[in-house]
């Protein structure tokens, strides 16, 4: 089992910036693919971006490149997701997420645990 938590989510004008932070816990994480969605109201949750295990070489949706830079601590189990240039279309609720396989994987069922999420509110 991999216990995540999400932290770091608020309110923030758009243009600016959030962190947010995964942190994980349980059977051997830096073996894991971390990635991120996020989930709007009333709309599937949808792939953010991931994180090899080990490499560090990370993969994302078309939408947030140029704009979010995914990164991960494995000596301190964390994931980290670096937004800037927020846009409200950004809104949501945003997951951690942790998978056995490779990173290209945009299904939400292709990963295997996940967080409890964290909201994210860009106002205009």
């Known amino acids: 089992q991999v216990q995540l938590v999400e932290s770091g989510g608020g309110l923030v004008q758009a243009g600016g910036s959030l962190r947010l932070s995964c942190a994980a816990s349980?059977?051997?994480?830096?073996?894991?693919?971390m990635g991120w969605f996020r989930q709007a109201p009333g709309k599937e949750r949808e792939f953010v971006g991931s994180?090899?295990?080990?490499?560090?070489?990370?993969y994302y949706a078309e939408f947030v490149k140029g704009r979010f830079t995914i990164s991960r601590d494995n000596a301190k189990n964390m994931v980290y997701v670096q937004m800037n240039s927020l846009k409200p279309e950004d809104t949501g609720v945003y997951y951690c997420?942790?998978?056995?396989?490779?990173?290209?994987?945009?299904?939400?069922?292709?990963?295997?645990?996940w967080g409890q999420g964290t909201q994210v509110t860009v106002s205009s």
């Open positions: 349980g059977r051997t994480v830096s073996s894991y693919a």
């Open positions: 994180i090899h295990s080990r490499s560090g070489r990370a």
């Open positions: 997420a942790a998978r056995g396989g490779n990173i290209e994987a945009l299904t939400p069922r292709a990963w295997d645990y």
